[in-house]
């Protein structure tokens, strides 16, 4: 166990750990960062296509959020894209002024009203970001950084979390913010890391904080067929077209991810055609694709959807606060409602530079209080307590995380997903019964038994530890 409490412990190390270890630790924190894998297990690592922000000249932070809650369908949570949206910008510029070498161009992606998404050499730009973002983070005093140290669970006593449990015991911190991402890898058919199966639903619910949205999970429309290759939805921005088999365009290519996959699904797969548009702006996707066994320029690519990233999460307030007390969540394991029933492409980085900022911002404040109150007697008190021993690790199989593809996939089938809520995997089953009730379609949660939406479900699910499904309205 380590001998004196971090002011804040960061657990993750994609953009949103790294954007909560940088802030907390400008502002003279002792920041413990730690993550499963290393650097390149994040999705964030990943990312492609690039950040939404209102920085072009026909923009404006009014113009991306109606954007946003159109594509939420009715559950945007209008305060976070509020916040989203007009600190966004502020946080583009500072990625600039940090030197990330955005290209000169704004990308156009599906369901935005104008270029605004900012990316680097057209699909390298998580890379770039986290790498960046990486380099100053260890190049500050005050940010220790441990990889390959899987949280299990998290130390709670007095209705307060003190820490983290990891295979090595305890880690004590006055502060503890989630940045662990989402659950994606959790279908067989997935774009994320194998790691990202959720462990911070698992483990916060555990440990006494509430969940929400689990019901939806969006589906990437076009990622290479039998691999995670995410065929980023920039090159359709830039003249891409679907084909079904016959050679035939089949939908409207930036029509949100929802309906394109759900198009691609009902024909059993589709073709990318990247043979008539500039690919040279897209330098790396274009050799994965060659290495992949595919010429892009002669031969449409085959496609189909994979699970792609987790709306729902850990319930938090505007500042990444959640239930218990000492506990923060930023980013893709958070549910702030920003997203609605459907996330706007390139809206998650930029939510990952946005809230996990404010959720440093305020477990400083809380860790400041705390000091001058219990800080250091919290882990004696939990001593006191007996110091936890850490759960075992959580394992995602292959034959569930296939159970996981069949049962709650694309089109969902309530029976089917009667099944997946008895999953011993705790991710699995809170996923099934958040869909269960959800007894209509909306966003990326499609019931083949009820297609249509049902504004009696205009909410969003929350279930805290001991309680039922509660549908709630955040505004
Ligand atoms: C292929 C791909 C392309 C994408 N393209 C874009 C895009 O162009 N634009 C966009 O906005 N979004 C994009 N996204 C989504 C976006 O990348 C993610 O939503 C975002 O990066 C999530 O960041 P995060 O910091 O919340 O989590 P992540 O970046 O996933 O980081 C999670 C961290 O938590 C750690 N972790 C997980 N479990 C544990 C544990 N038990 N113990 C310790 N550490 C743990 C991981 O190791 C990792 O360091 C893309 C995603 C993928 C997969």
């Given at each position: 166990?380590s001998?004196?409490p971090y002011d804040v412990l960061v657990v ?9 270890a ?8 002792s920041v413990l960062m730690l ?108 940010i220790s950084t441990r990889?390959?140290t ?13 820490g983290a ?6 880690i004590a911190a ?302």
């Amino acid at each position: 166990m380590s001998k004196s409490p971090y002011d804040v412990l960061v657990v993750g190390s994609g953009a949103a750990g790294l954007t909560a270890a940088l802030t907390a630790a400008s502002d003279g924190a002792s920041v413990l960062m730690l993550t499963k894998g290393h650097a390149p297990d994040s999705s964030s690592w990943h990312a492609q296509g690039g950040i939404a922000g209102a920085i072009g000249d026909d923009d404006t932070a009014a113009l991306h959020a109606v954007d946003t809650e159109r594509a939420g369908r009715e559950l945007c949570r209008s305060s976070a894209v509020r916040v989203l949206t007009e600190e966004g910008p502020e946080r583009v510029h500072e990625l600039m002024s940090m030197g990330v070498p955005f290209d000169p161009e704004l990308n156009l992606e599906g369901g935005h009203s104008r270029r605004r998404v900012s990316s680097v050499n057209g699909a390298a730009t998580g890379w770039a970001v986290t790498s960046l973002l990486g380099i100053r983070a260890a190049a500050m005093d005050s940010i220790s950084t441990r990889e390959a140290t899987n949280v299990l669970g998290l130390w709670v006593a007095d209705g307060r979390c003190l820490g983290a449990l990891t295979p090595d015991g305890p880690i004590a911190a006055r502060t503890t913010v989630l940045a662990m991402g989402g659950a994606a890898a959790l279908w067989s058919r997935s774009t994320n890391p194998e790691g990202q199966i959720g462990d911070a639903i698992a483990i916060g619910f555990a440990a006494g904080a509430a969940v929400a949205d689990l019901e939806f999970m969006q589906f990437h429309p076009t990622v290479l067929a039998g691999s995670r290759l995410l065929l980023t939805e920039a090159l359709r921005g830039d003249g891409a077209t679907l084909l079904d088999a016959s050679g035939e365009r089949f939908v409207e290519e930036l029509a949100p991810r929802d309906e394109v996959s759900r198009a691609i699904v009902a024909i059993g797969g589709a073709f990318l055609d990247l043979r008539s548009m500039d690919r040279v702006r897209f330098p790396g996707l274009m050799a994965e694709i060659e290495k992949a066994g595919f010429d892009p320029a002669t031969q449409p690519i085959p496609v189909s959807p994979a699970a792609h990233y987790t709306i729902g999460g850990i319930v938090t307030d505007l500042d990444g606060r959640t239930d218990l007390a000492g506990l923060y969540a930023a980013g893709e394991c958070a549910a702030t409602g920003v997203h609605g029933a459907n996330r706007l492409a390139s809206n998650s980085l930029l939510e990952c530079l946005v809230f996990g900022r404010r959720a440093a911002l305020a477990a400083l404040g809380e860790a400041a209080a705390w000091t001058h109150r219990a800080a250091e007697a919290a882990p004696r008190l939990a001593q006191q307590l007996q110091a936890p021993t850490s759960p075992a690790v959580r394992v995602a199989s292959p034959e569930l995380c296939e159970q996981v593809w069949r049962q709650a996939g694309v089109i969902r089938d309530p029976a089917l997903l009667a099944q997946l809520a008895a999953s011993p995997d705790p991710v699995a089953s809170l996923v099934a019964r958040f869909a269960l009730a959800r007894l209509e379609s909306r966003g990326v949660h499609y019931r083949i038994d009820a297609p249509t939406t049902n504004p009696a479900f205009e909410g969003h699910f929350v279930l805290r530890p001991g309680g039922d499904l509660t549908l709630e309205h955040w505004t």
